[in-house]
DNA sequence: GGTGAAAGGTCATTAAG
DNA sequence: CTTAATGACCTTTCACC
């Protein structure tokens, strides 16, 4: 088998990165067909179900497969606009209670510590336009954020994902 | 019943979200604990089981729940790098041709068309630092992209989520 | 490998908008 | 009258021991 196939030297990464074809297989028949039980997988790939089994649970354990979680569409629930926020923070008292104050508004659907000039990258959605100055208001409302500069996300030209990176 | 309990008017959506209370308790249900089926949502919901089958199949029909995909880590698939690329393309023949390229890179996990001075904003992800000037180089080699500038994502303050939104 | 259980479909009845 | 919820029955399929 080729297991360990990348296995890959990658700085400080803790996680080996250990999918072998088999996983990779089992990963992308997952994602076409969600519903599918373990049986049906193990048959699929020509294995026997305890086998199917051991690398779904491996694949849980090592990290790489984050749960099945119902991915829900925000524009289906309303939210139709969408934008990338980039916010300048006071450093004095580091960032957490700024990511604190962000992670207590649900327009916010993700935050990241940048490089550059910016310090916070946030990922918001909104109902309109007029909506998303609510959110932005909400968000400068913190003592700790000195500036936000938004950017409307107008099309999306692809949708997350992460299958490509499997092969 | 509180049905139609957002039913929002929100400028040009054409979806209405019409999510009352016992979607909402279904979706968050099923985001505790997604390996759980119909019948047993039907038990904690206290409802009967064609009635959580009913509204989980309407969810899906609707558009709001995108399915059950395998969520994958690519920190854990030995991409330890995130970062924002904002690209600016050449306006000639339109953003398609550039989507199409973007679209060719598994390392690009997600791209926008955006207001402000660039024209392209990606997610893209990378093995390390070294590996995200390859996965950069990789990018700019079209011909319609004039500009690329990069931002390294640090720490992820709020991972991805959209569930705050249904309440 | 066998067994209890759940998924998924259909149906008639009842209730509510 | 239309839409939804319910409980019942059935067959296939899976998960667990």
Redesign the pocket.
């Known amino acids: 088998m080729l297991r360990r196939l990348f296995a890959v030297y990658a700085g400080t990464v803790d996680k080996l990165s250990s999918i072998d074809e088999l996983d990779a297989r089992l990963i992308k028949l997952l994602a076409d067909e969600p519903?599918?039980?373990?049986?049906?997988c193990s048959?699929r790939l020509g294995v026997a179900?305890g086998t199917a089994?051991a690398r779904l649970d491996k694949l849980i354990e090592r990290g790489v497969l984050r749960g099945f979680g119902p991915e829900l569409d925000p524009v289906a629930l309303g939210y139709g606009v969408m934008a990338f926020v980039t916010l300048e923070i006071r450093q004095r008292r580091g960032h957490q209670p700024v990511a604190d104050h962000l992670a207590a508004i649900p327009e916010i659907l993700e935050a990241h510590t940048i490089t550059g000039t910016g310090d916070l990258m946030c990922r918001i959605v909104a109902r309109s336009n007029a909506d998303l100055q609510r959110v932005i208001d909400q968000i400068v409302s913190d003592e700790g954020i000195v500036r936000a500069s938004t950017i409307i996300a107008l099309e999306e030209q692809i949708h997350y994902r992460v299958l490509p990176l499997v092969g």
């Open positions: 519903r599918i039980g373990v049986l049906e048959r179900r089994q």
